[in-house]
């Protein structure tokens, strides 16, 4: 299992290299039996977001759930994020106190900048950089006080962390939850977060909803037959083995098992091997695009 597998944030705390992702997962029960199947499989770490429309029915299935493990608040670690919408300075605590409201905490564990532009501002708009800077300086103020334990940003470009860290108030991001795959790894971008001292986290681990691209690449193929993993499992592993955290989707029993069942190690030709492959393909939206 994964569940030994930490990683020390510039905050001190503990995070969980494998999360439970839940973008585009809903539905009360869904919500239900998913959370259920992870924490008794070993989940630790919740990932979700406003935008994500379902941190009611994660609040109220975690409510109910955790006594039943014998777990306590402070065994789970809870990630969500700030939708672009709320960047501007007069609705950014609002939003962190109804995303605390409905996930039913008194705190989160960790609370991202979404997205680097605001809604309803075109990218290349200057207003994208000074609204994103007065959001990170609310959320801050909140860290300070308390009901966020650690704050980070989600698909921020090398140019969006050094624009950020030139003025941050004085706290670093402790996260950066960004697209990368072996189609789209994103070297430059984790050695400069990682130099930094900013956790790098991964989403599309698979490559994208929809698309099986990835999963049916034959070097992750070949890799995952030698390996008598799943193509799924291999491309979770070969972030892991970069200190990349992850945080894959899943609905069914079976994916949620296999997703956390990551006892193992690729070997450095394995590793060289993927890293090999020349396929250079994003699935995801684009931020390169925001001023």
């Known amino acids: 299992m994964a569940a030994n597998l930490l990683y020390e944030l510039n905050t001190g705390q503990q995070m969980p290299m494998v999360g439970l992702g839940t973008f585009r997962v809903r539905g009360t029960s869904v919500i239900y039996n998913v959370i259920k199947t992870a924490l008794g499989r070993g989940y630790r770490s919740i990932d979700t977001a406003a935008v994500y429309q379902n941190e009611t029915d994660i609040g109220s299935a975690l409510t109910d759930l955790l006594p039943r493990y014998g777990l306590?608040?402070?065994?789970?670690?809870?990630t969500s994020k700030l939708a672009p919408e709320d960047h501007h300075p007069d609705r950014v605590q609002s939003a962190v106190l109804r995303s605390l409201s409905q996930l039913q905490t008194?705190?989160?564990?960790?609370?991202?900048?979404?997205?680097?532009?605001?809604s309803g501002i075109p990218a290349g708009h200057s207003d994208n950089p000074r609204l994103r800077r007065s959001a990170w300086n609310q959320l801050v103020l909140l860290h300070q006080k308390g009901l966020l334990k650690a704050i980070g940003v989600s698909n921020f470009t090398i140019r969006h962390?050094?624009?950020?860290?030139?003025d941050c108030g004085g706290v670093k991001p402790s996260v950066n939850q960004v697209e990368i795959h072996p189609h789209y790894p994103q070297k430059d971008l984790v050695s400069h977060c990682q130099r930094a001292g900013i956790h790098v986290q991964a989403y599309s681990s698979f490559g994208g909803t929809n698309n099986r691209s990835l999963l049916t690449d034959p070097v992750i193929i070949e890799v995952a037959q030698a390996c008598r993993r799943e193509p799924a499992q291999v491309l979770l592993r070969w972030a892991l083995q970069q200190n990349i955290g992850v945080i894959p989707k899943a609905v069914s029993e079976k994916h949620i098992v296999d997703n956390f069942d990551l006892d193992f190690v690729l070997s450095e030709s394995q590793m060289t091997k993927i890293n090999s492959i020349q396929t250079n393909k994003k699935y995801a939206w684009n931020p390169e695009v925001v001023a």
């Open 72 to 78: 306590k608040r402070e065994d789970i670690f809870i």
């Open 106 to 118: 008194p705190y989160l564990d960790l609370f991202l900048v979404h997205w680097p532009g605001t």
């Open 161 to 166: 962390i050094d624009e950020l860290l030139e």
